[in-house]
C-alpha cells in the first residue's frame, strides 16, 4: 500500500519528469489508432467473437457516449455538444438503437452483459422517460445480469431527489459525481458553480436508495487552486465519503480543447503545487481511510474495486480503472472506443458523420487497430505497472514465450536511471514502483511504449505531473 512519501520530492525531480505522456487507458494508446482500420475489420473482429469460446464464456462491457451538456466547463476535454434543444436527444437515441442492431447483427442477441457505463457529455442531459428509453433497449438487445455494474455519470445541477428514484427504478446501482472541486473560486473560474450542500444532498439520498457505489470526480491542478485550498476540499471529501473517488490531474491542451482557452496558462499551477497538491491529497484521502488503487483512483476497502486490487483482478480500460480484466467492451454513441478481441476501433467523432455512417446501415467506426504480439505484450507490462505497482517477469515470460530481460534489454538500461531516482527498485523476479514512484509511475510505464520515440510524439499527450 502507498504510504506518505517519506522525504520532499526534489525541484530537480519535478522539472525533470514536467513532461507529456499518456494515461494508458489502453495501449497503444488511442492516439495511434489508424483509418486503415475500417468498420469490415471491426465486423471480423466482432464475429470472431460470436464463433469463438468468449461469446460463451466472456461478458461484454457496454459505454454509452451521452455527447450533450447544457453548459460549457472550462476545464473539459470531453467529446461534447453545448445546446439547450433537448429534443436534439430524440434524434441521438434513434441512432444508437440502429447502432445496436448492427451489433446484434454480428454477436447474436442475449450476449451477456456484466458492465455498463454511461458517459458523456451529460448523461443526464436524457429526461427520465429517454434514458428508460435506452435502458429498455439494451435490456431487449443484452442479457443484463442481475448482479453487474451498472453506472451513470452525473451532472449535480441536473438532478434532483425524483431523478435519483428514476435511475434505481431503470437499473443503475452505481452513480459518478462530477464535482472536481468544491472551492467557489475555483468552480467560477471553471464556469461550473454547484455548492457543496447540493452534492452532500444528493449522495446522502443515493445512499438512502441503496445505490452499491457511489463515485465523486475530483481534479487538481484547475485555475484558483492552492495545496491549501485543496486541502479544505479533502476534508469535505472525507466528510463526503464517497466509496469511490477519481482525482485526475488537469490536461491542459488549449491547442486541441478549444473550451480550455478561456483559462490561461499563468492561472495554472506549477508543477511542484501540482505534486505537493497531490501529495497532501494522497496522504488526506488515506487517513480518512481510502485504499490507494493507482495512479488516480482511490476506494474505501470493501469497493469492489478495493476487493479487485488486492485478489490481483485490477484491469484499466478506456474509463480508467475496472473490475473486469481482458473484457470486450463496445462502444455505443459518437466518439466511443471500443476494444473487441486483439483490437481497439473508435467512432466517427462529429453528430454528422455518425449518423451518415448508420443512415447507410454501416458502422461508424472511423479508426482503430489491430494489436500485434509486441502491443500485446507491451500492454500487459504496461498495464501491470499502473495497475498493481509491481511486474513479475516469470509471469509475462511464460505467457508470451520470451526472456524479458533480453527482449526489453534497451528498456532495463533506462529504468536503470529510474532506480537511481528511487522511482523503482529492481531485483531477479521483477520491477517494483516506490511509493515515490506512484507520483511518476506513467513516466515508468512510458519506458515500454514502443511508439514514443520523439519528445515530438510526445507532445500531444497531457503533462504527467
Not at 247 to 273: M, N, V
Request: glycine fraction near 6%; charge should be negative.
Amino acid at each position: 500500500m502507498i504510504e506518505s512519501v517519506a522525504e520532499p520530492i526534489s525541484e530537480s525531480l519535478i522539472r525533470q519528469y514536467d513532461v507529456s505522456g499518456p494515461r494508458y487507458t489502453s495501449y497503444p494508446t488511442a492516439d495511434r489508432f489508424v483509418e486503415a482500420f475500417t468498420a469490415q475489420d471491426y465486423i471480423q473482429a466482432l464475429e470472431q467473437r460470436r464463433s469463438g469460446a468468449a461469446a460463451f464464456a466472456l461478458p461484454l462491457s457496454l459505454y454509452v457516449h451521452i455527447p450533450f451538456c447544457e453548459s460549457l466547463c472550462y476545464y473539459c476535454a470531453c467529446n461534447k455538444i453545448i445546446t439547450k434543444h433537448h429534443d436534439r436527444a430524440t434524434a441521438y437515441i434513434d441512432y444508437l438503437s440502429r447502432e445496436v442492431d448492427l451489433h446484434i447483427k454480428h454477436i447474436g442477441s442475449s450476449q451477456t452483459v456484466s458492465q455498463l457505463h454511461f458517459g458523456g457529455g451529460s448523461p443526464t442531459f436524457l429526461s427520465d422517460d429517454e434514458l428508460r428509453q435506452v435502458m429498455g433497449m439494451l435490456r431487449r438487445n443484452f442479457n443484463l445480469i442481475p448482479n453487474g455494474e451498472y453506472s451513470i455519470e452525473i451532472d449535480p445541477r441536473t438532478i434532483d431527489h425524483g431523478r435519483l428514484d428514476a435511475l434505481a427504478d431503470m437499473g443503475f446501482n452505481r452513480l459518478s459525481f462530477g464535482v472536481q472541486d468544491f472551492e467557489p473560486a475555483v468552480q467560477k473560474a471553471v464556469h461550473r458553480v454547484q455548492p457543496a450542500e447540493q452534492v452532500f444532498d444528493l449522495v446522502r439520498a443515493a445512499r438512502e436508495r441503496g445505490f452499491e457505489s457511489i463515485n465523486v470526480d475530483l481534479i487538481y491542478g484547475l485555475p484558483e487552486q492552492t495545496p491549501e485550498s485543496v486541502d479544505r476540499t479533502m476534508v469535505q471529501i472525507a466528510e463526503l465519503k464517497p466509496d469511490r473517488i477519481a482525482l485526475y490531474a488537469y490536461a491542459h491542451l488549449p491547442e486541441r480543447f478549444k473550451p480550455q482557452r478561456r483559462i490561461s496558462s499563468t492561472e495554472i499551477p506549477t508543477a511542484a503545487s501540482k505534486v505537493t497538491m497531490l501529495s497532501r491529497s494522497m496522504a488526506a484521502l488515506m487517513a480518512a481511510g481510502y485504499v490507494y488503487i493507482g495512479m488516480d483512483h482511490f476506494a474505501l476497502p470493501d469497493d469492489s474495486l478495493a476487493v479487485a486490487k488486492r485478489q490481483g483482478r485490477l484491469h484499466r480500460n478506456f474509463q480508467g480503472y475496472s473490475t473486469q480484466p481482458e473484457c470486450d467492451m463496445i462502444g455505443l454513441g459518437v466518439s466511443s472506443i471500443g476494444r473487441v478481441g486483439a483490437t481497439y476501433s473508435q467512432n466517427a467523432k462529429t453528430l454528422e458523420e455518425y449518423y451518415d455512417f448508420l443512415d447507410q446501415g454501416h458502422f461508424p467506426v472511423v479508426k482503430g487497430l489491430a494489436l500485434s504480439k509486441d502491443d500485446l505484450l507491451r500492454r500487459s507490462v504496461i498495464m501491470a505497472l499502473m495497475c498493481q505497482g509491481r511486474l513479475a517477469y516469470e509471469s509475462i515470460e511464460s505467457a508470451y514465450l520470451i526472456k524479458f530481460k533480453d527482449y526489453f534489454a534497451k528498456e532495463m538500461e533506462v529504468l536503470k536511471s529510474q532506480v537511481e531516482e528511487g522511482l523503482v527498485e529492481l531485483d531477479d523476479s521483477g520491477i517494483q514502483v516506490t511509493t515515490k514512484g506512484w507520483f511518476f509511475v506513467r513516466a515508468v510505464a512510458m519506458v515500454f511504449d514502443r511508439y514514443l520515440q520523439t519528445d515530438r510524439t510526445r507532445a500531444k499527450f497531457s503533462k504527467i505531473l
